[in-house]
């Protein structure tokens, strides 16, 4: 059974930078897309970032693009998301995710098939 189990939430004042990492158990390759979604209050679930099964590719929403970095140890099995430059917008619950097998809309959360439980990032201005 695949799980990820996401780390590095926090509080943060508005400027400062957070590393969120998901570590995937339950899997003999890491040949996956990984990805990243928010979700804020009242608000739906949101794509962040994704990354190729090698990390040679990665896409951004365009809310974060040039303020987050996600990357990938494949020998470890986790995938992280560098937060520079938070703001109080970003605030979120921060969810891992990987499909069950190939995907092409990398932005599309329908497309993943395993969910982790979610780290809470609070950015205070």
């Known amino acids: 059974q695949v799980q990820l189990v996401e780390s590095g939430g926090g509080l943060v004042q508005a400027g400062g930078s957070l590393r969120l990492s998901c570590v995937v158990s339950?899997?003999?390759?890491?040949?996956?897309?990984m990805g990243w979604f928010r979700q804020a209050p009242g608000k739906e679930r949101e794509f962040v970032a994704a990354i190729s099964p090698s990390g040679g590719s990665t896409a951004y929403a365009d809310s974060v693009k040039g303020r987050f970095t996600i990357s990938r140890d494949n020998a470890k099995n986790t995938v992280y998301l560098q937060m520079n430059s938070l703001k109080p917008e970003d605030t979120a619950v921060y969810y891992c995710s990987t499909p069950s097998g190939y995907i092409t809309n990398w932005s599309r959360q329908e497309e993943y098939d395993y969910w982790g439980r979610g780290t809470q990032v609070t950015v205070s201005s």
């Open positions: 339950g899997r003999t390759r890491s040949s996956y897309t």
